[in-house]
């Protein structure tokens, strides 16, 4: 009797559900934000057509582009609505991004927000909280909808094999990211102004031979900005956000500071309000100065007191000063022109004590106003 070999039987792994574009079946359109194939739509208002480039020259110029049509799965759809929903909840949103803008500032939160796994904010969100959501999802979350997508990549007649297909793994990490700075600008968000100091001077930017007058305003010798802190978290720290508050000036003769003539050149850093003072004048100078010395009068939207102050010198002149006479250098102001009392012959007491208590006034005010950015 003949025994019949027995064949053994094998198990072959499933096969895995592939994340490749699929062609877009006959009388079917991608949907404009999962990518997943879906009927079109009876209505054509209700088709998006996305330019897609056809082909480029060997130079790498457009050659020409073609208009992909999409459609919208019902997900998706009804993600669209939530957002049109959202946003007129919040006119105060519309107002300063513009209808559109809002809405798909709105489309993309949600649609981050979906793809992390997170609830949807309610309608009645505070618009600082949404305003926190749309500096750090919105752009994120429209930039992942395929049809940013296809436009990125020219992709004509393709869809997904199922929903977010395309989303690979570093996209979730920038979403997860940028939840996570939402999370970090809400803390801070309830935090008073942080002080930033000038930043520390590079050989990048000053040249060789010149003194580095650093630690306050070369003008004003205020040590400190109050900035919200929330700017300082999108900025990325103090560092940053000095970098682009302060404004560094050099060549500066002691002379135009109100200082003794001198060969020395300063390197100095000058606060927003002395900047914006030298912005009208275009030039260091007395004029300059007493332009800025009323600036910072002028922040609460008071006028300062009517007087004359002779022999106005800047905080870095005074600097200057005292470096050449060997003496130590000053320290920095809490007011602003707060070294003005030694140095202005015939500057009255009592008119220096009006000024001193205006200025006050003006101390510790945050100089970055909240906004929708």
Known sequence: ?????????????????????VAVPDGRLACSGCGV???RPASPAQVVRVPVVKAYSPAGRPLGDTQVA?????????????AVALAAAHPALIAALGQHRAVEAAEGILTALDLLGLAAPPADLPDKRLAVLVRNLATVGLGIRWRTHIAARNLVDQANPHPWAHVRASDRSRLREAYAAALAERVV???GPIKVAPPAF????VPGG???????CGICGVGHVSVPATTVARAGGREAVARSTWRLHTGV?????GAPRSPVRLAIWLCPACEDAYGWEQSMGVSMMERALYAHLDRLGSLGPDVEVPGLVGWAGLWADAVRRGEPAPRSNAIPFDHLDPQCAGW???GRLTLRVALLRAVNRPLVPESWG
Request: hydrophobic share 25%; charged share 15%; net charge negative.
């Open 210 to 216: 010149q003194e580095q007058v650093g630690g306050a």
């Open 202 to 205: 590079t050989t990048e930017h």
């Open 348 to 350: 009255a007491e009592s």
């Open 37 to 39: 194939a879906v009927t």
């Open 189 to 191: 968000s309830n935090s």
């Open 1 to 21: 009797m003949t025994t019949l070999p027995v064949e053994t039987p094998t198990t072959e792994p499933p096969l895995a559900v592939s994340d490749d574009p």
């Open 70 to 82: 999409l459609g919208m799965c019902s997900t998706c759809g009804d993600r669209a609505h939530a």
């Open 253 to 257: 003769s002691p002379d135009s500071l």
